[in-house]
Nanobody
């Protein structure tokens, strides 16, 4: 059974940093393009970043460029999202998703991904 599990969320003060992780069972993440999405209360789920499986290309939403960094550790079957300079508007549940091959110009489309985790909550507040 395929399962994606996010971890590492929590309560962080504005300007702080956090690293959220995406692990998997029943699935080798290195064969999939992995996306990170987030959903704030009352808002649609939005793509924040993606990393490709073939050449490691990375993609970011404009709102997070320069603050978020996606990476993968194939040996650990884990994908990370490093979040720096956190802002209150980053507060959301963060989800990872596996799919592929994802079209580079539509990496943020939910339908590009077949497997989803249950999410980890990130709250930015003083």
């Amino acid at each position: 059974q395929v399962q994606l599990v996010e971890s590492g969320g929590g309560l962080v003060q504005p300007g702080g940093s956090l690293r959220v992780s995406c692990g998997a069972s029943g699935l080798s993440l290195n064969y999939y393009d992995i996306g990170w999405f987030r959903q704030a209360p009352g808002k649609d789920r939005e793509g924040v970043s993606c990393i490709s499986s073939d050449d490691g290309s990375t993609y970011y939403a404009d709102s997070v460029k320069g603050r978020f960094t996606i990476s993968r550790d194939n040996a650990k079957n884990t994908v990370y999202l490093q979040i720096n300079n956190l802002k209150p508007e980053d507060t959301a549940a963060y989800y990872c998703a596996a799919g592929g091959p994802v079209i580079p110009t539509s990496w943020y489309w939910l339908r590009e991904y077949s497997y989803w985790g249950q999410g980890t909550q990130v709250t930015v507040s003083s």
